[in-house]
């Protein structure tokens, strides 16, 4: 049986404006604990993490804990939603539109119909046979493009309260998208 795990970074310090080097909070750091107990049991063959410290930190924790290296990509990384910074962004109304409009986007960003593509080309190059399970450690947007490439209908409300604390998993062999809670 071959699955694809999904999960979210843990809590982070939304004061940090570089999305690169966003750290976790006290929390998010504590929170760790739960995904490595969580994956202590399940058979991991390859970690792929988001180039991001708050998504490494936790793909390195799993990936120290199970003795495995962690495949960094940007392919995994968080939807660009301009170039600079945007001041002022009603973040509600920019994701509404973007979920409406799929290749809607600010100057310099990405739309969702963009971050699926390069997605769906990091999930084309991963090889996985029929007993090999993959872990992806990635952010609220690009986890949700990737429950709507594993076919999933997803609202924008849905995308909204994503959260934390949450495993998905796609069992490749039966086409079954599951949530888990760690």
């Known amino acids: 049986m071959s699955r694809i795990y ?45 180039n991001t410290i708050r998504t490494f930190s936790l ?21 660009i939603i301009s170039k600079n910074w945007v001041k002022g962004l009603n973040f509600g109304e920019f994701v509404q539109h973007q979920w409406d409009d799929g290749d809607f986007h600010l100057y310099g960003g990405e739309s969702l119909n963009d971050v699926r593509r390069r997605l769906q080309s990091l999930l084309n190059g991963i090889e996985l046979d029929d007993s090999s399970n993959v872990l992806l450690v990635t952010h609220a947007a690009t986890l949700t493009e990737l429950i709507k490439i594993f076919g999933v209908t997803m609202s924008v409300d849905d995308y909204v309260n994503v959260g934390f604390g949450k495993v998905f998993m796609y069992d490749t062999n039966k086409n079954l998208f599951t949530k888990l809670e760690l």
């Not at 793909?59 to 939807?79: C, T």
């Open 59 to 79: 793909a390195g924790s799993i990936a120290f804990d199970k003795d495995i290296p962690v495949y960094v990509s940007n392919r995994l990384n968080e939807r």
């Open 6 to 50: 999904i999960v979210r970074h843990t809590d982070v310090d939304q004061a940090v404006h570089d999305d690169f080097k966003r750290p976790l909070t006290e929390k998010g750091e504590i929170e760790i604990n739960r995904y490595v107990d969580y994956f202590k049991t399940i058979n991991i063959h390859k970690i792929f993490s988001s």
